[in-house]
């Protein structure tokens, strides 16, 4: 849950960078969209090595001596770093379609005005985008619920069960070994959707309401 | 003045893409070197980029290892599912998309908005009795346990149907003046104009399918018939000790939807903006 304001951030400061279309704009616009293709369980062998104790670079280049996914805030933070390096890409490309889709006038008239450059990002970049912000944050938050293979593969729901997603509790119970308790993971996985369902109905309604 | 401006915006923008690019390039790259290293330099040098020895071996290794990691035993039903589940979402999207849009028959807008209904409910709740509806068909650990439920994505269908519902009626009365059939009309006059959007539901498909992880991790228990992205879970498991191993397995993994990627990059970014498009 921490990852949602990164993921928003990040890829609108990027589609704000983009925006201004530098060189090789379009190359790293496809760098930054590519982690999202990848299927998690590779994307998390590959992060794996980077935070692994012994032989990872983290490590070994600055010389630290940190178990990252095994300790805590260390873990949660390996997931989120994770989950933005993966997911950001497809927010980032709503972004800039939003932001082509502004009109230059806008900019314009503020300039005659004097606005400077942070007063035209809130007063005309921000509202004429609320309608994407709006569908990024209630998807980002929906895909953040149902986290599963982050902390499946990269910390195992440890240090001692902190990094235990409900999904993993749904999973465990249903097809695990020992006694199948299928009801049970029925039951929390309709309490999920409908904890889903109300965030998002709860996001809506406050967003809506701000204009 | 004012271009001089924009130019100094321009170069904060590419010094921080380039900064921010090094950062989500590196794990990736790091990770490709490392499946060319060796056990013994992964363990005793420390950090290099680079490896020193080139070698092969890791990915031959899981070439040989068919007993309890048969990679590409696995990749084999990586394709066939994405495939599978592709070719089946096309033929199932653009003809209902096509009825929805074109045909008139009773009921239809209620079952339209019915179907849309179905994207309400996370997909979260739907797992255990798809699973149990899987048993029941005798359908667990065949490929039909994935290609099939892909094939139920209504989103696609509203996708194809909004794009539809845009080429003009006139060319459907054009062809029914000149005697075609509503099947007909629908390969000759709908089908080419709806390519582009075909195309993006397409790749769409087969890398979701491709990348699913948590569905095909349940319902698939035999190790022989699993495709690559739970696979990789086990391989995760037999070789924990030997991270270039490992390595070279994600990278295999991650191969298809990169060269997708590579060839059909323009459909790809279209595909984001078409999706919020309709919704947002």
């Not at chain 1, 770093?81 to 932001?99: D, E, S």
């Amino acid at each position: 849950m921490i990852s949602v304001p990164f993921c928003i951030l990040v890829p609108l400061i990027l589609a704000v960078a983009l925006n201004t279309k530098p060189v090789l704009g379009k190359f790293f616009q496809g760098l930054f969209y590519l982690p999202s293709l990848f299927s998690i369980s590779a994307v998390v062998i590959v992060w794996s090595l980077i935070f692994n104790p012994n032989y990872g670079p983290l490590n070994t280049l600055f010389h630290l001596n940190q178990v990252w996914t095994g300790t805590q805030p260390w873990a949660w933070m390996t997931i989120v770093i994770l989950t933005v390096w993966w997911t950001i890409g497809g927010n980032m490309i709503i972004y800039q379609a939003a932001l082509n889709g502004i009109s230059k006038d806008y900019y314009e008239a503020a300039d005659i005005d004097g606005a400077s450059s942070w007063q035209k990002f809130i007063h005309i970049t921000l509202p004429s985008i609320r309608g994407q912000l709006l569908y990024t944050i209630v998807t980002t938050t929906i895909a953040q619920f149902n986290i599963y293979g982050q902390p499946l593969m990269l910390t195992n729901g440890g240090p001692n069960g902190s990094t235990t997603v409900l999904m993993m509790n749904i999973q465990q119970n249903a097809f695990g070994s020992g006694q199948s308790l299928a009801g049970l993971s029925s039951a929390m996985a309709v309490i999920l959707g409908i904890c889903i369902t109300i965030v998002s109905m709860i996001q809506l309604f406050l967003l809506r309401s701000k204009d | 003045m004012k271009k001089q401006k924009q130019g100094v915006s321009q170069w904060i923008s590419l010094v921080f893409l380039t900064v921010l690019g090094i950062i989500w390039i590196v794990p990736l790259l790091y990770g490709v070197m490392s499946s060319f290293k060796s056990n013994i330099e992964m363990q005793s040098v420390g950090f290099r980029f680079l490896p020193i020895n080139w070698i092969l071996t890791n990915y031959t290794r899981l070439l040989q290892n068919t007993a309890n990691t048969p990679v590409f035993r696995w990749f084999w039903n990586s394709i066939v599912i994405s495939g599978g589940s592709t070719i089946l979402v096309l033929v199932v999207t653009s003809l209902s998309a096509f009825a929805f849009s074109r045909l008139r028959f009773k009921g239809k807008e209620p079952l339209f908005i019915f179907l849309l209904s179905t994207m309400m409910f996370p997909a979260v709740m739907n797992i255990i009795p798809l699973y149990k509806i899987m048993t029941f068909l005798g359908w667990a650990n065949t490929p039909w346990a994935m290609i099939f439920p892909a094939a139920t994505g209504a989103f696609n269908i509203f996708l194809v149907r909004q794009f539809m519902d845009n080429i003009p009626i006139a060319y459907d009365e054009a062809a029914r003046i000149d005697g075609a059939s509503d099947w007909q009309i629908f390969r000759i006059v709908i089908l080419p104009l709806i390519k582009p959007v075909l195309y993006v539901v397409a790749l769409f498909t087969f890398t979701a399918t491709w990348n699913d992880f948590l569905w095909p991790s349940i319902v698939f228990s035999d190790i022989n018939k699993m495709p690559i992205t739970p696979g990789l879970k086990l391989l995760q498991g037999m070789y924990v000790a030997d991270i270039p191993t490992l390595m070279a397995g994600a990278i295999i993994a991650i191969i298809p939807t990169f060269i997708l990627y590579l060839v059909a990059q323009k459909y790809f970014l279209q595909s984001m903006s078409l999706s919020v498009g309709v919704k947002g």
